[in-house]
């Protein structure tokens, strides 16, 4: 079953590949995405510490923009 993304910049995943607005992420096997994604994208609060998540956040800032799915 498939851990829920907690990220606001999670677009969609397909085996071990990671797609969201910043990057696309390719993992070596099923263990290095699911430490990556109970670390981050599917943490509740620990996704706000990815540097791809800051490094959005800062650019959506820095423009006045936002993003919906905050």
Known sequence: MSKAMECPYFV???????????AVQT?????????W???????????KECPL???LDDYYEREGKTNEKH
Do not use: Q, S
């Not at 969609?12 to 910043?22: D, F, N, V």
């Not at 994604?37 to 996704?47: D, P």
């Open 12 to 22: 969609w995943e397909e085996k071990l590949i990671l797609h969201c607005e910043m």
């Open 27 to 35: 993992f070596p096997d099923k263990h290095c995405r699911d430490d």
């Open 37 to 47: 994604v109970n670390a981050l994208c599917g943490n509740l609060t620990g996704y």
């Open 53 to 55: 998540c800051r490094t």
